[in-house]
């Protein structure tokens, strides 16, 4: 069945590392957001691609990067550059950016020590 | 400014309660979304509207376009509606949702 899906739940690295958190959808979306969630604070983007091998910055992109090179992947690197990278992730999809609704992946809780 | 601002941001209701989560938004909104974050971490899509008023079983979200409000009711509460509850705007001409700081309910037995 159709959804978005988004490996690994907990995520565990040493500080100074990069790492790569997943995000697969099979909703034939065109659009696919990243958000970060720190505790009891609202969603804050990252990244968003619109299409194929484009993506725009969101509100907090200094210390991430990803790349958008086949429909259905939209991965997300937080580098050694990101001040505190220590939070909750998650990727959305939408048929199109805009006014659409957003289907949400189950997150993956990282954690540098 | 595109801000979004909801309230109460923490609310603790008995179970068969009716409970009331307000919205409030900038003006040109397309569409306004209400979300709910379960504890696990998981979100979903409520309700996605433009104008009037919409219902899914015990759920019913309403938006006062003159006002810029909407709100989302929940009546007869049932501890498993303990969750946060996330409204988002999106405003023309912006490909990116607005989203407010959640309301955290709990619904006691």
């Known amino acids: 069945d159709g959804g978005i899906t988004q490996s690994p739940k907990y995520l565990f690295r040493k500080e100074g590392q990069n790492v790569t958190l997943s995000c697969e959808q099979n909703?034939?979306?065109?659009?696919m957001y990243w958000y970060r969630q720190d505790p009891g604070q609202g969603l804050r983007l990252i990244y968003y691609?619109?299409?194929?091998?484009?993506?725009q910055k969101g509100d907090i992109a200094e210390g991430y990067s990803v790349s958008r090179e086949k429909k259905e992947s939209f991965p997300l690197t937080v580098t050694s550059a990101q001040k505190n990278p220590t939070a909750f992730y998650l990727c959305?999809?939408?048929?199109?950016?805009?006014?659409?609704?957003?289907?949400f992946g189950p997150g993956t809780r990282l954690t540098v020590t | 400014k595109n801000e979004v601002e909801q309230s109460p941001q923490n609310l603790t209701a008995q179970e068969g309660e009716f409970i009331t989560i307000n919205c409030s938004y900038s003006?040109?909104?397309?569409?306004l979304h209400w979300l709910q974050q379960h504890p696990g971490g998981g979100i979903v899509s409520l309700f996605m509207?433009?104008?009037g008023k919409k219902k899914h079983g015990r759920l019913i979200a309403t938006i006062n376009i003159q006002e810029k409000h909407s709100s989302l009711h929940i009546t007869a509460s049932h501890p498993r509606d303990s969750a946060v509850y996330i409204c988002?705007?999106?405003?023309?001409?912006?490909?990116?949702?607005?989203f407010g700081s959640g309301t955290k309910l709990n619904v006691k037995p």
């Open positions: 509207l433009s104008s």
């Open positions: 003006v040109g909104i397309s569409a």
């Open positions: 909703l034939n979306h065109d659009a």
């Open positions: 959305a999809s939408s048929i199109r950016a805009g006014s659409y609704e957003q289907y």
């Open positions: 988002a705007a999106t405003y023309y001409n912006f490909n990116k949702f607005y």
């Open positions: 691609s619109q299409i194929v091998n484009d993506f």
